[in-house]
Each structure stands twice: as C-alpha cells, then as structure tokens.
C-alpha cells in the first residue's frame, strides 16, 4: 500500500487541473487585465495601475449598477426569504392536493433566467398581459420596461418568479428536520400558532435560513441574464447592474481593462459575504 501513496492524488489531478484552468486561471487574468487598458483586440496590454479602479467611482453608470444591485438584494432577501418560508410553511401541512400544489410552486424553478426573462417581456410590454389587466381597473397603461424610475422593480418581480420556489425549496427541506414531538410539546403547553412558530420552528430553521439568505445575496449580485434578455441595461443604463454594464464595457465596448476591473469588484462584494457564510458554519461546527 505504501508503494500507492499517488493513487488518490491521481484521482484528485484531473478535476483539480480543469479547476485551475476554468476557474483560478481566469480569475488572476481578470484581475491582471483590471490593471490595464486592454482592448480585447490589440496584442498590446499597457498598465495604467489603478486608473480603471479611480475611473470606476466617478462614472454615474457604474454607480446606477452598483446602487441597482443593492436594490436586487433587498428585494431577494427582504421577499424572497421570507415569502418563500411562508409558501414552504403552507405546503408543509397535510391537506388535499397539497403534492400538487408544490409541483406547480416548483415549475419556474426548471425554466432558466433567460426563458424567464422572454416570458416576463411579454407579460410586461405595453401591450401585455399585464397591463391589458390593469385597463379592467381604469389603470391606464405603464411602461414598466420603459420607466426608468420603475424597470429594476420590475426586472427584480420578473426574477421573484423564480427565486421564491428556490428559498421555498430550502425551507421545505428544512422544516422535514425539525421534530414534530417538539412542536407537539408546545402545542400540549398551549402556545398558539404563532409562538409555536417563533419559538419552536424558526429557532430549528436557523441553518436553512442562513443558507436561503446567502444564496439569494449570491444570486442577487450575479444578476445578469434576465437583464440582458429584458433591458439590456435600459433605458440609459436605469436598469443596468454590476454584470451587465461589465458585460457591455469589455465585449460592446472593447474595454476589456475597465470590464475587468468592474469584475474584480464584483468579486470582491460577493466574496466578502461568502466569507462571511463561511465563517458562521464553521464557527457552528467547531461549537
């Protein structure tokens, strides 16, 4: 056996070398090309230090992103978060065409952003379904893609679509560990519904809502598809977020430096909070 000491290290290589080229290997590059002024074109890459970084705070475009992506993370864990606990608090109880009810909570969850997203532009073009609605009322018709002030809320309702299932697919899974014999206990006690809830169920929830928390943190600051098919950042970069202006920048605009530094932020604000995660799990390993 001491002869096949590598044979576990061979195993390991080939997905630690794939890693290294699909994931480490751009990450350094892009944070190299952050540095420069790099067009995607030209072979010639000159330094410019952190000239792109400065240039960052003083455009008004990157600032709407960065404010727009702040926005996406409110709605997904001030909406999301919770409204995907209340739908996985109903459909956890015992009631006639209760597996139906969570099949058809659970469909968007199959459909990508960017099915998503040519659905919802249908549904909120001036003369969609959703505005043709609103005229039963006397409301007259919104340009909710086409209003500044109003297109990031409704590109965030578009992805609250889908990630509503996804937080009520963390909570179901979390509710089926909690011990029914506690919530039995407390009931013989007689607390009611609520304090049941608040101090029996959503203290043995804690895991499953840091989880649903930090993946709709994640998913909030990676928003991208669904910008793209809806807006394309528009109008006038009002709906832009952080991975689309990066987009148009370094692919639209042949600025592949100051992309780049846009990505390295990106990375920097998402990786603070995986770190964060990190931390608290281990933390509650240790105790």
Same mark, same amino acid.
């Given at each position: ?76 864990? $001030? ?6 606990? #209340? ?69 965030? %309702? ?31 006690? #007689? ?12 203290? $043995? ?28 950042? #528009? ?6 977020? $952080? ?34 995660? %990190? ?9």
């Amino acid at each position: 056996m001491r002869g096949k000491w590598w044979v576990p290290y061979a195993f390991l290589a080939p997905p630690l070398v794939m890693y290294s080229i699909w994931v480490l290997l751009p990450i350094f590059q892009t944070l190299y090309l952050s540095f420069t002024n790099w067009d995607g074109v030209s072979p010639s890459i000159n330094f410019v230090g952190l000239s792109n970084f400065k240039r960052l705070f003083e455009d008004p475009y990157f600032v709407t992103s960065l404010w727009n992506n702040v926005k996406w993370l409110v709605g997904f864990t $001030m909406i999301s978060v919770p409204g995907g606990l #209340g739908i996985a608090m109903f459909l956890n109880q015992k009631f006639t065409g209760s597996k139906v009810y969570k099949v058809l909570m659970y469909l968007p969850m199959t459909l990508s952003f960017v099915v998503i997203g040519q659905m919802w532009s249908w549904i909120l073009e001036p003369q969609g379904a959703l505005n043709s609605f609103l005229n039963l009322f006397g409301i007259h018709e919104i340009g909710w893609l086409s209003d500044p002030d109003i297109v990031t809320y409704s590109l965030i %309702m578009a992805a609250l679509w889908r990630q509503i299932p996804y937080a009520m697919v963390i909570f179901l899974a979390g509710l089926n560990q909690v011990p029914s014999e506690l919530v039995e206990a407390a009931y013989v006690d #007689g607390a009611n519904s609520w304090q049941r809830f608040f101090h029996v169920i959503l203290p $043995m929830l804690r895991p499953a809502t840091v989880v649903a928390i930090t993946v709709n943190i994640i998913d909030s600051l990676r928003a991208f598809d669904i910008v793209y098919v809806m807006t394309r950042g #528009g109008p006038f970069y009002s709906s832009s977020v $952080m991975a689309n202006y990066m987009y148009i920048q370094a692919f639209n605009n042949y600025q592949m430096g100051y992309g780049a530094a846009i990505a390295v932020i990106q990375f920097l604000i998402t990786l603070g909070f995986i770190v964060i995660y %990190m931390r608290n799990v281990l933390r509650r390993e240790e105790a």
